[in-house]
């Protein structure tokens, strides 16, 4: 797998994801707790209500989604630094890295069940893209030309004088 050389280099794409993936938590935090504290209120008070709770809620969520993905991009850069490779098994092992972090308060156990669960949805990641950039290049590759032996031959002219 060849890098991927239009990414920031690594101590501003720490940054970046942390940006992207607050920004998509709390867009997400919002529409999930506006439609739940819609549902959750009284008749004429829905607008309101989906207001507070997302004011309420969807920042944390944002936050979650941020720690996690400063983390991922964190752990990816170390990986990177320390293989000098980039395939998938570096997003794999930042996977592993991140949940068993994330779960270090719960205790040994907990934050090790929690980096194999993290490394193997990261593993499932990657295989899915692997998966989908084989099939949607399938159309792309150039055809290569058959050998003389199997082309197909044109019939003889039934027209006379034309052979």
């Known amino acids: 797998m060849n890098s991927d050389h ?12 942390f940006g ?6 709390a867009i997400g935090g919002g529409i999930w707790y506006g439609i739940k504290g819609s549902r959750n209120s009284p008749r004429g008070e829905r607008f309101v209500g989906a207001i507070s709770s997302m004011k309420a809620r969807a920042p944390v969520v944002g936050g979650n989604f941020g720690v996690w993905g400063g983390m991922f991009s964190t752990f ?8 000098q490779k980039e395939d998938a098994w570096n997003a794999i092992l930042s996977g592993f890295a991140t949940g068993g972090c994330l779960a270090l308060r719960s205790g040994p156990k907990a934050a090790f069940q929690s980096a194999v669960a993290c490394g193997i949805l990261l593993g ?3 295989g899915v893209g692997v998966l989908l950039s084989r ?5 792309q590759r ?6 003389p032996s199997m082309t197909p031959q044109a019939p003889p002219s039934s027209i006379p004088g034309l052979s």
Not at 76 to 83: F, I, T
């Open 6 to 17: 239009t990414r920031d280099p690594c101590p501003w794409v720490i940054l970046n994801d």
């Open 142 to 147: 150039p055809q290569a030309p058959l050998p």
């Open 135 to 139: 099939v949607f290049s399938e159309g």
């Open 20 to 25: 992207g993936a607050f920004s998509m938590g």
């Open 76 to 83: 990816d850069c170390a990986v990177k630094g320390w293989r």
């Open 124 to 126: 499932v990641f990657e």
